[in-house]
């Protein structure tokens, strides 16, 4: 496995010059985009930290080069595709565009996004010419080029670098994980499946609501790291949904109910039309589309507001009162992760009824908490609670209930004194509000827990 290094300018990059490198070999700059690349998505901050870096440089030494980092290539045939550089190599060659340097350069961008942001950049450049139109030597700007032909390898430089100045994110890595398995299978596919997750938007919400019910498993529990731990997100998403998938076809895993007559015959009905939330994964088409299932899930019943007039009255829940819900971001996190784990086995049967009851349980850490609900806190109560899994191993909507039923609800008191003016106290005055119980504040202590499980436990089941 070779791996060629080679220092040259910014100059002979855009120029098209032979390259020698430190192997002896010679490259020139034919420079090509994989499809599994990530879009140009540099701004305006990253353009201007860029030439306040060079400015400051130069300012101190006019004459000595200025190193940009390295720029990691692999050599596919006579074209270098660009691993990790492509947004400063984008951004210095609009640079030399406004410039009138080196027009023989071209490279192509198939993405909308890029081609978006190209335009902006050079009317942001073009603006703001005075401040480096003048500053720019393209002959004493330096970049270290890694050459490997291995294409192994050189997705291996694309998960660990961080040289461009925006973090590669989870979702962003397991894309080039799966376009490249699609690539190998059938190159042509590439571009459709790459505007196909370009068309998905952002994914890293519903990454990781899906990651943390795939690891929040009673028999096999695994720590999802705090929201700031940024790295060791990013790790997990990427082991889960990357490195983990097998190879093989496009599976969707679900239950089939068979109902026997007397007469021995069979007939066979399925809530679940997609797939598992749970499931094992292969590389490739499967698990795009297991993406691509669980984001429109996410959008349908979690994201867009109005939905169907059989759905109302979940509607009318989730967002008029769960989103709008004072300090219970963490327990809506893991609410969600249930609900789409409900919804993917279930459907939309008592989808009402399902919400209210996972409700009663997720969100009794509101009132069983005598302060805040913390994060870390969130891991132990699923370990005590396995809510995630009694929606899993529930074979019909009912088995589930009787689960939901048969949790203990327990009310801390302090803080729900008729002069205390608590965070878990508005919390109780707004459950008390949205499913209109009947408990005065000098009862919040004794009442609230009775009632408010009367209610729930009381809700019509209707199967539809």
Known sequence: MTVSVAICS???????????????????????????????????????????DIAEHQAHSSTMPYYLGSVILHADGESLNIIDGQQRLTTLALMAHLNGQFTDFSMHYSSPI?????????????????EWLELIDFNLLQFSLVITRSEDQAYQFFETQNTGGVRLNGDQIIKAHHLRAIG????????RF????????????????????RYWQYLHFREYPQHNQKALIRNCIVNELAE??????????????????????????????????????????????????????????LLHGEMSSTLKGFS?????????????????????????????????????VAAKKLFRVIYSRRIENQTAVKERSIP???????????????????????????????????????????????FVIRVIEHFDLSISQ???????????????KGLEVRNG
Do not use: M
């Not at 790459?194 to 019910?213: H, K, Q, T, Y």
């Open 114 to 130: 890029s081609q978006r942001q190209i335009v902006h950049n050079l009317a942001w450049l073009k603006q703001h010419s005075g």
């Open 316 to 352: 009318d829940f989730y967002n008029h009162f769960i989103c709008k819900l004072e300090g219970c971001s963490y327990l809506k996190q893991l609410l969600d992760t249930a609900l789409l784990l409900y919804i993917s086995q279930f459907g939309q049967i008592d989808l009402e």
């Open 244 to 301: 983990n998938t097998g190879k093989g076809e496009d599976t969707a895993f679900g239950r089939i109910t068979r109902t026997y007559s007397a007469s021995g015959t069979e007939s066979l009905s399925q809530a679940q039309v997609g797939y598992d939330l749970r499931q094992p994964l292969n590389s490739g088409v499967n698990t795009i589309h297991y993406l691509q299932y669980f984001e429109k899930l996410r959008q349908t019943y």
């Open 380 to 426: 132990a109560f699923i370990q005590e609670t396995p809510v995630l899994d009694w929606i899993a191993t529930s074979f019909t909507v009912e088995q589930l209930f009787s689960k939901l039923d048969g949790f203990d609800l327990k009310v801390n008191s302090n803080g729900l004194g008729e002069d205390d003016n608590t965070v878990k106290k508005r």
């Open 10 to 52: 910014v100059a002979d990059l855009l120029t098209g010059k032979q390259i020698k490198t430190g192997t002896c070999d010679t490259i020139s700059s034919n420079f090509s985009i994989p499809e599994y690349q990530r879009p140009y998505i540099w701004q305006d901050r990253q353009i201007a930290r860029l030439l306040k």
């Open 442 to 456: 000098s009862n919040f202590k004794t009442q609230f827990g009775p009632d408010f499980d009367k209610y729930i």
């Open 194 to 213: 790459a505007r196909r997750w370009e068309a998905l938007g952002d994914l890293s919400n519903i990454v990781d609501l899906l990651v943390r019910g």
């Open 184 to 191: 190998e299978k059938d190159k042509l596919s590439i571009d």
